[in-house]
């Protein structure tokens, strides 16, 4: 038997997934890092949950006030 | 995603050993219950996950993948419980890979290729797990209530980190929200208290100056000219003996016993008694209703348990949860609470300047006990200090507010001060009795307490601001996340409720062809309302049947899935969905799935040999790609309608000398074949409701119709003057007349019943010709190359060919001119 043909898919590259759930938060941090008072912020958020995937709150309080003992 | 070519399941589950051809096309697994259909689904979520859903989760306690993974005859060898799938990967050009899983290594399959794009391609099948869906998901995503359903949806879309970091960023600007107070009243304090060393009442640079500047000057210091962040006022001081720790600053010890004299004043006062009554009049107003209280009092524990939750288990009665499950569960909670979190909130304004004023005394009443121990002898100020530590509590019990009628004990009573004044008047003369300094001592304990407090001051005062600075930009950031994640949810769910509705029409566009859906997404939640015949919105359960409620299920994951994988949505295993929804909308679901999802490979298992068919005639099963499976045992695991295996069971049978055995197997794969006959061949059979056919009311007709049918392909033949087809098909007609007299069809056309019922009595040298004879006669049903049953082309309609799988029969039946 022939090999099936799925030309509609081929031409895709072999990307990893991205959730939809990273893609909303990706648009988050764009916006945040719009802000002239949350640049900073934005980025180290970003690295924290997009990065190294933690939703840690100590994680969180922590990239957003870096100074704060 | 990826297409399945082959699976070949070992030891697993029911299975023994099966191997599955699906050419990573449609495929279909059919059987009574038992016969296992489901462990092939969980074969192939094993082998592309390493996990099995139906051994884990709700209600599976004790079960596990390592335990009950391997067939239960290999229970103690999980190493010879494997399953090996064949896939091609659409993005990687049809690339051709192969994972296999063995359940004692479940963690670490083996690929082939071993390739990086190969694994990464498998990984992400790993990732969405949702790729099976089963009658009981099916179900969640409609009759869920919407808190349950949002959760559903949100795991299935993978918007769990969604509401995890919305609860995080909330939890983190109410601590910064909740801990302005407390700062701002110390601020205060420290404000008053330089304020009371400096002996003014305005707080700003020049005062300060004002009042430093002469002690300063008295001491030969240089006047300060300004005042800096970091300006100590007494620059420049030496320390003396007259200066060091343990002389009480006299002036000030005055000015601070006249301070906590008033603070305690005010404690007493009808004003502060006044502002007491009106707070504990609302308290009791709030505590009056008691779902109020109840609401109050479970608001307080679900904050709490919000905060003290650890990650793993319920921190108030120990229940392990997920963290967005134990989230999503209390957000919903408190959501319910919201008329009660308005009121408590009022009464917290209220409670304010009560509050304050408990603070001012008490750090009054600090700063007092701090003088007295540095008189020697020491003052006892025991008296001082258990008020102090009744304050506190009064303190912390308003500012906590719960138990809300611990709260209004402390407003009846927060006025109650002790006689303090016999200790008061102690202080009062021990501060007089400290010779007078000299002005130049004055100058110098003034400068030492005024540099001390207005370092207490700047202090405060850089934590008050680095807390309004926090408070401020986590509740910024919590706006902006509630902000675009609403709209980025809205729009989701916008796109999936347009793609649910549409396809829900398609499968019911005889009868609801402008349904319409709507998909309302609120914090925690998901609200799911379906038209009903144009006469509103209503939850899916409320007036539509079970089979519209499954057919909604489908759909809903179609569109979710379609939405969170897009072309990468190759591949979808239906497991014994769509059981409730009848003949004509099953035709349908086969022609949604077909003609939206042309590039999902569907793999279904179902009960019911029906809706096998309609799939094979729909076209959404094409050819031979299905296993009908006819029984299991344990020993064996599922056996499919096989020819082979059937006559090679049966032949087994007589070799044992079970002629019981063989003849009730004969049976059974007569009534089996008849029915495939009679739906291939088109044949006539008389109607019954319950679709109960019995083998005497399928056989004679099938065989009838296949004489008709052979006839038909002659005469349309000899219309055409087709000679040599005319030959073959008389070859045929002989071979299957030969075949249907060695029979005994004379006997068994008139009384089947009897016929067949009395095979159990004969002996195994007289039923071995049966067998033989009914192998043969229904072998000249088939092709002889191809093996496959002969089919009347088209399914409906005009008769127009007899054909077989291969294509080397293919009889027109339509004459000349017809």
Redesign the interface.
Known sequence: ?D????N???E???A??K???????E??FD??EK?E??TE?AKR?RKV?LDDGV???PA??GA??P??S | MI?IEKIVIKEFRGIRDLTLDL???NFAACGPNGTGKSGIVDAIEFALTGNISRLAGAGTGGLSVKAHGPHVDSRNKPEAASVTVDV???????KKAQISRTVKSAGTPKITPPDK?VA??LE?VN??PEFVLSRRELIRYVLSEPGQRSKEVQAL??????E??RG??Q??ANGCSRALPGLQRTETDAINNLLAVLDTSQLSKKSVLEAVNPKRELLGLAPLSDLEANTSVKDGLTTTASGAPGRVPKIQAGKDLQTLTEALEALKSDAFQAACKAADDSAAELGKDADSLDGLSREGLLKSALELYD?KVCPVCDTAFE?DVFEAHLAEKLSHLEDVSKRRAALETELKPILDQMHTAGTALATMIDHAALFSPKIDVTALDEFRTVLRGRYQQVQKLLPLSDTRDVLAAATAVPDLQSKLDTLQTAITAIPEPTKQDAAREFLILADERLGHYRAARLAHI?GKE?AE??A??LK??G???TA??EK?YKDVETAFANYYRKINEDDENAFTAKLMPSIGKLGFDVDFYGRGHFPPGAYHSEGHQDGMGLCLYLALMN???G??F?FSVLDDVLMSVDAGHRRQVCALLREMF??TQFIFTTHDEIWLRHMKSEGLIKGRNFAHFRTWTVDLGPTEWDDRDVWTEIEDYLAKNDVRGAAALLRHYLEHFSKEACDRLRANVEFRGDAQFMLGDLLPNATSTLGSLLKKAKSAANSWNQKDVVERITAIEAAFSEAKVKTGYDNWQVNTAVHFNEWADLKKEDFGPVVAAFREFTSSYACDTCGEMYSVSPERGKKEALRCGCGKLNLNLLEKGA
């Open positions: 038997m090999e099936p043909e799925y509609s898919t081929a895709e590259p072999p990893k997934v959730s939809v759930a990273a893609k909303i938060l648009e988050f916006t945040l802000d008072g949350t912020p958020l949950v939703f840690a709150e969180i309080r957003l006030f100074d704060a | 297409r050419k990573g096309e091609i990967i659409p993005a990687l050009g049809n794009d990464d391609a992400t990732l969405h879309l993978r918007l769990d980190d969604i995890k970091l995080v960023l939890k983190i990650g963290p680095a926090q930009r986590a910024s950031v902006t996340y902000t675009v994640t980025a949810l989701i939405h969170l994988l072309k990468r190759t042309p590039d």
